[in-house]
């Protein structure tokens, strides 16, 4: 079992900026594949970025350039650092762990189903 929990998220303005953290337990974090995923209103949960338990990353197409993702392996943590915020950015982030990461080699997986531990989530709030 891992146990996943984020934090960070709030209101903030258009162009503003927040960084959102993920704490993981439970397993050995350095094997783990972390994701972040956002659902919007009326909206399927979609990627948005990946951190593999190597490092590699991935992101989806609307915030690169705009979102960056990290981890720290002696912290068990996991972080968004979100830039440039849009108010298409609103959305509850969920924090997800992959445990068999390594199946992918050195990629993160952006399949919301191969993540099996979740958070309870996050909302990000962008005003225009």
């Known amino acids: 079992q891992v146990q996943v929990v984020e934090s960070g998220g709030g209101l903030v303005q258009a162009g503003g900026s927040l960084r959102l953290s993920c704490a993981a337990s439970?397993?050995?974090?350095?094997?783990?594949?972390m994701g972040w995923f956002r659902q919007a209103p009326g909206k399927e949960r979609e990627f948005v970025a990946a951190?593999?338990?190597?490092?590699?990353?991935s992101y989806a197409d609307p915030v690169k350039g705009r979102f960056t993702i990290s981890r720290d392996n002696a912290k068990n943590m996991v972080y968004l650092q979100m830039n440039s915020l849009k108010p298409e950015d609103t959305a509850v982030y969920y924090c997800?762990?992959?445990?068999?990461?390594?199946?992918?080699?050195?990629?993160?997986?952006?399949?919301?189903?191969?993540?099996?531990?979740w958070g309870q989530g996050t909302q990000v709030t962008v005003s225009s």
């Open positions: 997800g762990a992959d445990p068999d990461n390594r199946r992918l080699y050195y990629r993160p997986s952006i399949r919301h189903g191969d993540y099996d531990y």
């Open positions: 439970g397993r050995t974090f350095s094997s783990l594949g």
């Open positions: 951190v593999s338990w190597s490092g590699v990353t």
